[in-house]
């Protein structure tokens, strides 16, 4: 599809902020108003637009999608993007190491234990650490404080929980990252940490890259939309 505006703007409505086409509201991709409620959101959706050449890219409208799906999806029902999210905390892929002397477990325990401990001191919660793949329930208190935790997030923020989540598998780098207290880097090393540990065993290839990169993209994009949330 070729462009078909020439202005792009951000407006003060009702209801909060909302990009302007050539002075006409945007909508989402679900044809609802997208309000959002600050200035700064508003300005980089809108610089998304003004970023398009004459051809349009899907791919260089990374937070519009979050943005969108968090008024067209998580909006109608918030519950479900919540059970979703914690199904991930149940098996987040921090509390899961590889038997105790191993080398992959040393790493693991040196990236991931930090964080964990630093969610568990942030928020009041106990996580159980398991060494090997079998299943391990989480103490139901934690799941408890967990689902109070996402309840109380904003949709948008939901949508940039459920985005970090499945690129990372860990409910717990997500918080971590919207919470906004914690390096990028580090939280992007600890979820490739596995990933990277069998590069080292056994290289990789371009594809490898490509799709590492593509993550990271979208890993820095969810961060970077969470932080605008919040101004």
Same mark, same amino acid.
């Given at each position: ?63 519009? *999608?979050?943005?969108?799906? @968090?008024?067209?999806?998580?909006? $109608?029902?918030? !519950?479900?993007?919540?059970? /979703? &999210? %914690? ?67 904003? *949709?948008?923020?939901?949508? @940039?929980?459920?985005?970090?989540? $499945?690129?990372? !598998?860990?409910?717990?780098? /997500? &918080? %971590? ?55």
């Amino acid at each position: 599809m070729k462009r078909f505006w020439k202005e792009v703007s951000a407006a003060l409505v009702d209801g909060g902020w909302q990009v302007m086409l050539d002075g006409r509201p945007l909508k989402t991709q679900g044809k609802r108003q997208q309000i959002v409620p600050g200035e700064a959101l508003a300005r980089a959706l809108a610089q998304e637009w003004t970023d398009q050449g004459e051809e349009i890219d899907p791919a260089g409208f990374v937070l519009r *999608d979050m943005a969108d799906y @968090a008024i067209d999806v998580i909006a $109608g029902d918030r !519950a479900d993007t919540v059970r /979703a &999210l %914690l199904a991930y905390g149940e098996t987040d892929t921090l509390c899961y190491r590889a038997a105790p002397g191993e080398v992959l477990a040393r790493r693991q325990d040196a990236a991931w234990e930090p964080l964990l401990a630093a969610a568990e001191a942030t928020w009041g919660l106990k996580f159980a650490r398991v060494s090997g793949i079998m299943h391990q329930p989480q103490p139901p208190e934690t799941l408890t404080k967990l689902r109070a935790l996402l309840e109380a997030k904003d *949709d948008l923020t939901l949508a @940039a929980l459920r985005s970090l989540s $499945g690129i990372s !598998a860990s409910l717990i780098i /997500a &918080l %971590l990252s919207v919470h906004g207290q914690h390096d990028t880097q580090v939280l992007w090393q600890a979820s490739e940490l596995e990933e990277l540990f069998q590069e080292e065993m056994w290289g990789r290839d371009a594809e490898a890259e490509a799709r590492q990169a593509k993550r990271l993209r979208d890993f820095e994009a969810a961060i970077r939309f969470a932080g605008l949330v919040r101004v």
